[in-house]
């Protein structure tokens, strides 16, 4: 996460929105900031790595916003000189009435959040010297300060295309067109727009999203070798290989089973006993999860193969068999019901390792900006703050280095992580994140209540 902290020294701002002058712009928009940084780079000397840190920052996604509520708002009446073309020196010039819209709102600091993205420690030193020579946002009397923090609290406005405002922000080449623009001698454009969604007092109200995966087929082993949630992909290999099996005997498999023709494609998730007291992570059993955009008689395809698996039993190649029961809508066992895997939630942990589709590198991409966009792949939207390591928060989930990351005769390293993901609303699973996701890992948990059964 990086985050810019803006505090109105004065308790009050002075600035209009640029669609009407005459009223206050609120909550600030990311492009005025953006602008006062580049004000700031271009009075103090064009520093090579100023300019550089800013050009990082106007390639991020729109940030989202922590602000409190505007205030009364209150224009200013003053008399400044005209500026139009051909004008004598303004000593000279006639003074005309203008209104300055200001108002003080509830909080007088302001955070813009970007949650996704991590920059490197020379480019976070140039933003935080640009802030520190930031003295006003708006009007010049609009007195700030303006710092660079690793912590902030949560977004209440967040980017979204149905959202009901809408807010300037930077994007690529915005700091080239605002030099550009300066040295014509013209005033800036208003640059790229983006509707946002405020959160105040209604988050409940939004509809939760979802990712690419809807329907769970659960199964329950009742009879069968333990195996520990770090076999996850032991387990997930030799269902699909049972399922692959069981659903080519009558024909032809369906592309949603097999995935080779490289559009989404059921996922199978092992299924631990995980998040309670004394949870150890065996596996309880397991779910064929089928993508959103299934169509009827593909679903029909692949509940008739599931059938023959949960008639016929499921070899693992080493350890033995496993006999299965098809879970009903309420199986006695808590986290083999399909709620404990898609209850909406704005919080989610990872169960198993959410594989990275790629290495992070210091001067990017981070695990944030790689997760975010794990997250965007299967059609959800970006964490407004993410938490990884090596360990799990949850009860029953070993750390990273205990679980299997390679599938059989796979030889690509990979690198796994456990993370815990605040998204701006909720969210409704099933979700699996990360470049394992079809065979169990980044399989997430959300944010449950006390169910009566502790397993």
């Not at 810019?4 to 020294?9: G, P, Q, S």
């Not at 509940?303 to 098809?326: K, Q, T, V």
């Not at 938490?387 to 989930?397: A, N, R, T």
């Given at each position: 996460?990086?985050?810019?902290?803006?505090?109105?020294?004065?308790?009050?701002?002075?600035?209009?929105?640029?669609?009407?002058?005459?009223?206050?712009?609120?909550?600030?928009?990311p492009a005025r900031l953006f602008s006062a940084l580049a004000a700031a780079h271009f009075e103090g000397g064009q520093n090579p790595e100023e300019r550089q840190a800013l050009e990082w920052l106007e390639s991020q996604d729109p940030p989202a916003i922590r602000a409190g509520e505007p205030g009364e708002s209150v224009p200013t009446l003053a008399y400044v000189p005209t500026n139009y073309p051909g004008d004598p020196p303004p000593v000279l010039r006639t003074r005309q009435p203008r209104y300055f819209p200001a108002q003080a709102p509830s909080e007088a600091r302001v955070y813009f959040i970007w949650p996704g993205s991590q920059p490197g420690a020379a480019t976070a030193a140039a933003l935080d010297r640009l802030a520190a020579r930031t003295g006003y946002l708006g009007k010049a009397c609009s007195l700030v300060r303006v710092r660079v923090t690793a912590e902030a609290p949560e977004a209440n406005f967040i980017p979204d295309p149905a959202g009901d405002r809408v807010l300037r922000v930077p994007a690529r080449g915005r700091l080239a067109e605002l030099e550009a623009l300066y040295t014509a001698d013209r005033r800036p454009s208003p640059g790229r727009q983006q509707r946002y969604t405020s959160l105040n007092g209604r988050p409940a109200a939004l509809e939760p999203a979802g990712s690419e995966f809807l329907h769970m087929a659960v199964f329950r082993k009742i009879a069968g070798p333990g195996l520990p949630i770090e076999a996850t992909l032991?387990?997930?290999?030799?269902?699909?290989?049972?399922?692959?099996?069981?659903?080519?005997?009558?024909?032809?498999?369906?592309?949603?089973?097999?995935?080779?023709n490289r559009d989404t494609h059921c996922a199978i998730a092992a299924l631990p006993f995980v998040g309670r007291q004394h949870a150890d992570g065996h596996l309880l059993g397991f779910a064929v999860v089928l993508p959103a955009a299934a169509q009827v008689v593909q679903r029909r395809a692949v509940?008739?193969?599931?059938?023959?698996?949960?008639?016929?039993?499921?070899?693992?190649?080493?350890?033995?068999?496993?006999?299965?029961?098809?879970?009903?809508?309420a199986p006695l066992t808590y986290n083999l019901r399909p709620a404990a895997w898609t209850r909406p939630s704005r919080r989610w942990t990872s169960v198993t390792p959410i594989l990275l589709d790629r290495f992070p590198k210091k001067n990017g991409p981070s695990v944030e900006e790689i997760l975010?966009?794990?997250?965007?792949?299967?059609?959800?939207?970006?964490?407004?703050?993410?938490?990884?390591?090596?360990?799990?928060?949850?009860?029953?989930?070993?750390?990273v280095p205990a679980f299997r990351l390679r599938r059989k005769g796979e030889q690509k390293p990979r690198w796994g992580v456990h993370a815990t993901l605040l998204f701006p609303f909720p969210v409704r699973g099933p979700v699996l994140l990360g470049a394992g996701r079809y065979f169990g890992l980044g399989l997430m948990r959300p944010e449950l209540e006390e169910p009566d059964d502790k397993r």
């Open positions: 996460m990086f985050a810019l902290e803006v505090e109105y020294l004065l308790g009050r701002v002075f600035a209009g929105d640029f669609r009407d002058r005459s009223e206050p712009e609120w909550p600030p928009h032991t387990l997930t290999e030799a269902v699909r290989t049972a399922l692959l099996a069981v659903a080519g005997e009558p024909g032809p498999i369906d592309p949603l089973l097999h995935g080779h509940f008739a193969a599931c059938a023959a698996l949960a008639a016929r039993g499921l070899h693992i190649p080493g350890l033995g068999n496993w006999s299965l029961e098809a879970v009903d809508a975010t966009a794990a997250c965007r792949r299967i059609a959800l939207p970006a964490p407004v703050s993410i938490d990884h390591g090596p360990y799990s928060v949850l009860p029953g989930v070993p750390p």
